[in-house]
Each structure stands twice: as structure tokens, then as C-alpha cells.
């Protein structure tokens, strides 16, 4: 049996120790799979328990010289020690006079400033400078991997071979600097998760024998009941006891308007209440609120390799032989030993092994702030190359509730009266239309009566007694039972209603047709500016996929100019998707996370609409939206499409970045100390443009 083991790594600061953890857990018999989450400094490791302990995973990133603790939420940023700054202020004074020297010879300011640098001091500044790194260069050969700080490594000693003191300290002091500036940026993204987690209320007031007590979060328990003042933040999910209130849920949703809660209203931890005070009966608590899963999926995103990633992996365990080739050939063809390690430093940023994961939790960071859940870069990757969306009717393009669109007295009574009796007697029935109906009524403020007698006829409709008169709201074929006649211009006008796509009812009443009631599923307002924004994101096959009648499909379809297949079972739904995959394709399908599950994991991009509050929702798509707003489709689309180029932008740049370096160290263009500069140059560019997606649009 395969589990998961979720372990916080404090040391795990950068793509280096990334690998290490993953080289060595990897090598373990019975552990299936590593990844590595560096902004979270978190290892999540699949296993098999009948063939590895968990403790045996712990001591093996301990023997890299790592601690591990478990635990759900990102480890506190390591403090540096007092050795280490001193160190790097040591190696710091040196690499700048030995900088200042090289300058100021050049442009005939100095003399000799270099040579007057004792060969011990520079020596004694690359120990102290560089110890941290040495350490993690010896931890990762021990461990059999070799990573762009052992390059660097080897290049320090070049210089120190060939007498550079000075330029080996400048390589540290560079090295140093390369490891702050990706510190500074991966810290920078680890604030998409640390906004998430303030939101979160660490107390709760609590309501218990009478008594109201102040609890910590996890101590709250289903079904107690949780008041919440105005200004507080809510925090559990549950429903709304008594009370009122203005809640802010952009946390959950991304919507930037309050929204009304009273009575049996549903609210979601984290949200803010504006105005007004709350009663709540608590449901979910903690990693169990929609929040906690919203924090969740952000942690392990990253973790989450793109197909792009995965590249980037691969390219960089054969680009480190090709550089160790080619300062090999810049050595034999004449280069000189200067020209040789020059080369080997140009080439050694850890640009491209950052590349692609900054961006990612950028990108998915930014993303949860606006209500798309994200759950990976393999996901980013697929909305970025979308082509064809798959769409479901009910609930995702509609409304998913039928609402009274026509009602036509016959018998001259008034609109508001025939309505309110159908109202009356179909308040005793639990059919979708029937809640249409007495909706309508009660939005319109109308009496309803209460019916006697009640039946149901399956298939047919109601009656019942109302006011001492036998009524009867249905089907034809329950005015042919009740012996009530129907005309043939009613009939023509059922006939009319029905092709329009909507579901016709007629009222009886004393042996007399009353009236027709008709009613639909309502478009979502929103849904004409998503189909815009998919089209004008070069989108231009979309279908729509659903188990309605072809006729009210037709309809849907002629409205918002999709293609469309009906009387479609879920299963087929399945198949669908398949063929267009098999056409080749790319697919999002966006449902509403439930009935469509198999439709929405087949796809290339399951997206499920208001998956708030909604665990099926969340755990069957690979992006939740959080509220049903259309628009954040293509908003979605438009964030993979941002992230995946900025991943294209990266890689090329230092992929031609180190090409250029490489060509002009082994031409003696670039010594070694400006190469040690130059190297840093990559990383300071891919975290800048990376760091670009934290903004919010």
C-alpha cells in the first residue's frame, strides 16, 4: 500500500538542496516518488509501507546534514549564524579591493593593489567566505550528485591553482551573492503562501452550556456554535445560525464585493465580517475548511513538475558534463589554464534549475489570491496550450435552477393569481420545477395557500384541494386524467414554448384550464464575456456537452454560438472528451465538479466552477474556481498562458546567456574574476522576470 509523507525541511532554501533531498530519498527501496518544494521547504514522498519506514526517510535527509520536522504549514526561515556573516563580510572587504584593483589598474588609478593582498588573507577569506558553500558541495558528492556550486567549486581552485587569490575570493564573494539574490526572490514568492496563512484566525469564540469561551481553532469541534463580531474574521466553514451580516469573501472567492449573509446562508473561513454580527454552526475546521484545501493545494503546487520542469532537469544533468567538455577542450586547444576555469564559472548559475518552480508558485500564488485554485505547473503547462473547451450546461453555463419565464392566464383571471396557485400547490412538492414555481411566487411576494389533500402523479404532476376546489398543475397527460380538455391553440402554444427550450406546465382548476406556466434554466450573465474572453484568446472550438434535450441544447447553443451534443449520459461524456484528445487536442473541461468527475479528470485541464465549500469540487478538478463567474475562465487560461512564457523567457535567456559566456571566456575575453561576476547576472534576470507574476493584474 502507497502513502504519502509530508516533511518540513528548514535547510531547503534553494534548487541545490532540492536535489540532494531527491537524490538520496530516491535511491531508498520503496520510495516511489520525491518531490521537492522549495519556496515551502517542504518533501513530499510517496512510499510503500510494506517496504520502508517513515523513519527511514527522515534519517536519510538528516545524513545530508538537513533537519526535518512534520508538519502542515512552511517552515521559519533559518536564521544565518554569526560565523556565516562574518564570513561573508570577510570574503566581502576582500573580493572589493581585489575588484577595485583590477578597475583602477585599467584605467591607470591604482598599481599593483591586487599583489598587495597577502596570499594568506585571500586564502583565509575564501574558507571563511565560502564554508557554506564548500559544505553543501561536500554533502552532495557524498550523496553522489554534482550541482552547479561543485562546478563553481572547481573553479575556485582553478584559480587558486593558477595563483589567483584574490579572483577565488571574488568567486565566493559572487557565489554568496548569487545564493542572496535567490534567497531574497524565493522568499519574495513564499509570501503568496504567508498572505494565505495570516488570513487564517489562530482563536475562535465559542458558544458552550450558555457560556461563551475563546478557543484556538483546533480546538473547535463540528456543530458548536461560533459567533463572530464585526471587523473579525470567520473562522470555520459553516452555516449561519441567526444574524446578519456583510461578508467580505475575497480570501475564498476573489470577489471584491461584500456579500449579504443571513439565516442558513454558508461562510467560509477566513472571510471578513464587514457589518453585522453571525451565529454559525461550524462544519469544517482547520485543513478541513475550503481554505485549508485552498492552502493546501498552493503548498504542493509547486511541487508539481511541468513537462517543462522535468526538461529543465533533464538539461541540466547533461549540461554539466558539456561545460566540464568544453573548459576541457578550451584547456587543450590553447586557451590556458585562466580561459579554462573562466569558462567553467560563466556557465554555472542555478538560473535554469530556478527557472521554472519561482514561476510556478508565482503564477499559482497570484492566481488563489483572485479564487483559481491551481493545483500544479503540469496544469499551468496544459491551460497555457488549451485549443478546444468542453462545456456543461446545467449548473455551469446556467444557473442550474429553473425560473418562471411565461405565465398565461386562460381563464381571465391575473398573472399574480393563477401563479400564486400553482404556487400553493406545488409548495408541497419537492420536483426542481415545482421550487421554480414557488420561487417565482415568493419573489414576487404572493400568498400561498395550503393545499389539501395532496397527491403525486410520477411522471405527470400534482393536485390537491385549494380553497375547496380540485386543482391540478402538470403534464397533459394529467389534464387527460383529471378530464380537463385541452385546445388545439394551447396545444400549438406548448408546442412553441417546448422548441424555445423551456418546460411547459399547465394549470386545471374545477374541471376548467386555468393556465400555462413555463419555465427554463437561466444563462449565467457572465457567461456571453467568457465566451468573448476564450475567443479573443484564440479559442475558437467550443462545444457544448450535455444530458439535456437536443432542443433546449439547441437553444443554449444558438445564444452563445457553440457547437453542442445532447442527450449526452455522463459516461459518453467521457468518450467525447477522448475523441477530441485522440484528434489532437487539448481539452478544459469545465463542469461543476460532481456529476461531470470523469468528464473533468480526463481532460487536459479539469476546471470546476464554485468549487467553494465544495470538497468534490475541489478534489475532482485540476482548477476550482471559487465563484461561478464565467469570466475567470479565460482569466485562467490567460495566467497559464503568463506563466508558460515566462518560463520560455527564462530558459532561452540563460540557456543563450551561458552560450555567449562560454564563447568569449574560452576566447580569454573573460577572465576569470568577471566571469565569477557575470555568472550571477542569469539569476538576478529569471528571478526579476519570474518575480513579475507575484503582481496582481
Known amino acids: 500500500m502507497r502513502r504519502t509523507l509530508e516533511l518540513t525541511v528548514p535547510e531547503l532554501d534553494c534548487a541545490e538542496e ?43 535527509i538528516r545524513g545530508l546534514g538537513m533537519t526535518v520536522t512534520d508538519g502542515p504549514t512552511p ?43 597577502p596570499a594568506w588573507l585571500a586564502l583565509a577569506a575564501v574558507l571563511a567566505g565560502g564554508y557554506p558553500i564548500f559544505r553543501n558541495v561536500i554533502r552532495a558528492l557524498r550523496n553522489r550528485t554534482v550541482t552547479s556550486h561543485a562546478l563553481m567549486t572547481l573553479g575556485i581552485l582553478g584559480a587558486i591553482g593558477i595563483r589567483q587569490y584574490a579572483a577565488a575570493a571574488v568567486i565566493v564573494f559572487f557565489m554568496r551573492l548569487a545564493d542572496f539574490i535567490e534567497g531574497y526572490t524565493t522568499e519574495r514568492s513564499r509570501q503568496a503562501i504567508k498572505e494565505l496563512l495570516t488570513l487564517a484566525p489562530q482563536t475562535a469564540r465559542v458558544e458552550r452550556d450558555g457560556t461563551e469561551l475563546e478557543l484556538a481553532v483546533d480546538a473547535v469541534r463540528r456543530g458548536d456554535i461560533v459567533l463572530v463580531k464585526p471587523g473579525e474574521r ?19 472567492t476573489g470577489e471584491s464585493v461584500p456579500v449579504e449573509k443571513a439565516a442558513a446562508a454558508e461562510v467560509f473561513a477566513a472571510s471578513i465580517c464587514d457589518r453585522g454580527a453571525l451565529r454559525i454552526r461550524t462544519d469544517r475546521v482547520g485543513t478541513d475548511t475550503t481554505f485549508g484545501q ?83 505547473g503540469r496544469y499551468l503547462e496544459a491551460l497555457a496550450r488549451v485549443d478546444t473547451v468542453v462545456l ?91 378530464g380537463i380538455v385541452v385546445p388545439e391553440p394551447v396545444r400549438r402554444r406548448l408546442h412553441s414554448l417546448a422548441t424555445g427550450g ?31 474572453g476564450l475567443r479573443e484568446l484564440g479559442i475558437r472550438h467550443l462545444l457544448l456537452l450535455t444530458g439535456d434535450r437536443r432542443e433546449v441544447a439547441a437553444v443554449v447553443a444558438a445564444k452563445l454560438g457553440l457547437e453542442f451534443e445532447a442527450e449526452v449520459l455522463p459516461a459518453e461524456k467521457l468518450h467525447v472528451i477522448t475523441r477530441l484528445q485522440g484528434e489532437g487536442r487539448v481539452v478544459a473541461m469545465v463542469g461543476d465538479g460532481i456529476n461531470d468527475a470523469p468528464a473533468l479528470a480526463q481532460a487536459d485541464v479539469g476546471i470546476a466552477m464554485g468549487a467553494a465549500g465544495t470538497d468534490a ?45 562560454m564563447a568569449l571566456a574560452a576566447s580569454g575575453w573573460l577572465p576569470p574574476i568577471a566571469a565569477a561576476a557575470a555568472q550571477s547576472l542569469p539569476d538576478v534576470a529569471v528571478m526579476a522576470n519570474s518575480s513579475r507574476l507575484l503582481r496582481r493584474r
Open 234 to 252: 470567520i473562522p470555520v466553514d459553516g452555516r449561519v445560525l441567526d444574524g446578519y451580516a456583510t461578508v467580505n469573501q475575497a480570501p475564498i
Open 617 to 661: 469540487a475541489i478534489e475532482a478538478a485540476h482548477v476550482a474556481l471559487m465563484r461561478d463567474d464565467w469570466r475567470m475562465v479565460p482569466e485562467a487560461v490567460r495566467i497559464g498562458r503568463r506563466a508558460f512564457r515566462t518560463i520560455k523567457q527564462n530558459l532561452w535567456f540563460t540557456a543563450g546567456y551561458n552560450v555567449i559566456g
Open 294 to 376: 485552498i492552502l493546501r493545494l498552493v503548498e504542493q503546487a509547486e511541487a508539481s513538475k511541468a513537462p517543462v520542469q522535468r526538461f529543465a532537469d533533464r538539461f541540466t544533468a547533461y549540461y554539466i558534463p558539456v561545460v566540464l567538455g568544453v573548459a576541457v577542450a578550451t584547456y587543450l586547444v590553447g586557451g590556458g589554464t585562466a580561459a579554462a576555469v573562466a569558462t567553467v564559472l560563466v556557465a554555472c548559475s542555478c538560473a535554469i534549475a530556478m527557472a521554472t518552480p519561482i514561476t510556478v508558485l508565482a503564477a499559482v500564488g497570484n492566481a488563489a489570491r483572485r479564487g483559481i485554485v491551481v493545483k500544479g
Open 502 to 532: 423551456e418546460s411547459v406546465l399547465l394549470l386545471g382548476r374545477a374541471g376548467r384550464l386555468t393556465a400555462i406556466i413555463a419555465l427554463a434554466d437561466t444563462i449565467r450573465p457572465e457567461v456571453s464575456a467568457g465566451m468573448d
Open 18 to 60: 532540492a536535489q540532494q533531498i531527491q537524490g538520496a530519498l530516491s535511491r531508498l527501496a520503496g520510495v516511489a516518488e520525491v518531490q521537492t518544494a522549495v519556496t515551502s521547504r517542504k518533501a513530499i514522498v510517496a512510499y510503500e509501507v510494506d517496504r520502508i519506514a517513515p523513519e527511514a526517510i527522515r534519517e536519510a
Open 75 to 117: 517552515a521559519p526561515s533559518p536564521r544565518q549564524s554569526l560565523p556565516g556573516l562574518l564570513g561573508w563580510g570577510f570574503v566581502s572587504v576582500i573580493a572589493v579591493i581585489g575588484l577595485v584593483g583590477i578597475v583602477g589598474e585599467r584605467l591607470g588609478l591604482v598599481e599593483a593593489l591586487v599583489e598587495r593582498i
Open 392 to 482: 456543461d450546461k446545467t449548473g455551469t453555463i446556467t444557473v442550474g435552477r429553473p425560473a418562471v419565464t411565461h405565465v398565461v392566464p386562460l381563464d381571465g383571471q391575473r398573472e399574480a393569481e393563477v401563479l400564486a396557485l400553482a404556487a400553493s400547490l406545488e409548495r408541497r412538492s419537492e420536483h426542481p420545477l415545482a421550487e421554480g414555481i414557488v420561487r417565482g411566487a415568493s419573489e414576487r411576494g404572493l400568498h400561498m395557500a395550503e393545499p389539501k389533500e395532496f397527491r403525486v402523479y410520477p411522471g405527470e404532476g400534482v393536485a390537491g384541494v385549494i380553497d375547496d376546489a380540485e386543482t391540478w398543475c402538470g403534464t397533459e397527460k394529467l389534464m387527460d386524467r383529471a
